[in-house]
């Protein structure tokens, strides 16, 4: 078990299980009601062959994480991020994270997820920001004093944002580990909810969850996936009328700030800013338009965030 994923209850680990394994006795009953299908009388045996192949190829499909699923999933790894750095306790600001980064989400490729976007400001003088499937995204006060303007906020959040949409952080999970997920889950014994079975399944849910925990908070993203997260921070700024440049502007600000050298938080998780500035700049600059930083939200940010401590 990942030493991160200890803080979870079993109790409510197994709840997020029996969701999945509710959704997945349905594809298996669907299997078994191609086989009465079937029957000599009625098929022969190529068209039998082919059915099954169908049948076989539908419930693959249907293996695959539903929005749902990534909810419960992201919600598991929320509480072991909460369980490392604390939430701060300030609802003024956490109201105005929320209000700047559901203006990105209106704008992003996935504006729509099961239960919404969640953003949250953790208690840590580190700079730091985090994305969890199902749209759970974190931005320490750290990071928060390192911004300029409401559009260097905005550029963070739409960075994290572009993870959510593009489903990275499940794209971290070893197949391996969901192929003996989904493999218990449509067995017999698994359908009984069988307490073997059952602890298999905690056990390799713990080990899904240990999997996106370690690339968020230990091993960050593949560097891949984190220049398609500044790629698709600049479109979606861009749409929502903020300035792209205020991510150049973050990076640049990033480069220069006294954590720089110090390898702990975004610097542990994250490619050095220097490298991706030069393709982030690329990307700005080939823009037809781009919005400039506006004066009123600059005021608003400072009116939120000039006496954090």
């Not at 449509?186 to 079975?197: D, K, L, V």
Request: proline share 3%; with cysteine.
């Amino acid at each position: 078990m990942n030493r991160k994923t200890k803080s979870l209850p079993r109790v409510f680990l197994a709840g997020v299980v029996l969701v999945v394994l509710a959704y997945l006795i349905a594809c298996a009953a669907m299997e078994k009601g191609v086989s009465v299908l079937t029957s000599p009388e009625k098929l022969s045996q190529k068209d039998k062959a082919s059915l099954l192949r169908v049948a076989k190829a539908l419930r693959s499909s249907f293996a695959d994480i539903t929005e749902e699923e990534e909810y419960y999933i992201g919600r598991s790894v929320a509480a072991t991020i909460l369980a490392t750095y604390p939430a701060l306790n300030n609802s003024r600001l956490t109201r105005y994270v929320n209000r700047v980064g559901q203006a990105v989400v209106l704008y992003s490729d996935r504006p729509e997820i099961f239960a919404g976007y969640h953003f949250l400001v953790l208690d840590s003088n580190e700079i730091n920001a985090m994305a969890a499937p199902g749209g759970f995204i974190f931005i320490t006060k750290g990071l928060l004093r390192l911004c300029r303007n409401e559009d260097m906020l905005a550029a963070v959040l739409a960075h994290e944002v572009g993870h959510v949409a593009a489903k990275h952080g499940l794209r971290s999970i070893k197949k391996s580990r969901l192929i003996e997920a989904f493999r218990l889950l449509a067995s017999e014994a698994a359908q009984r909810s069988g307490s073997a079975e059952l602890a298999k399944l905690v056990s390799t849910y713990e080990s899904i969850l240990g999997d996106i925990t370690a690339t968020l908070i230990e091993r960050g993203y593949d560097r891949k996936f984190e220049t398609e997260a500044d790629e698709l921070a600049v479109k979606f700024m861009t749409r929502a009328g903020y300035s792209p440049t205020a991510l150049s502007d973050f990076l640049a600000a990033l480069a220069s700030s006294a954590q720089a050298s110090s390898g702990k938080g975004w610097f542990k998780t994250h490619p050095a800013p220097e490298k991706r500035l030069a393709k982030v700049s690329a990307k700005i600059k080939a823009l037809p338009q781009v919005p400039a930083v506006a004066k009123v939200r600059t005021q608003r940010f400072h009116q939120y965030c000039s006496r954090l401590k």
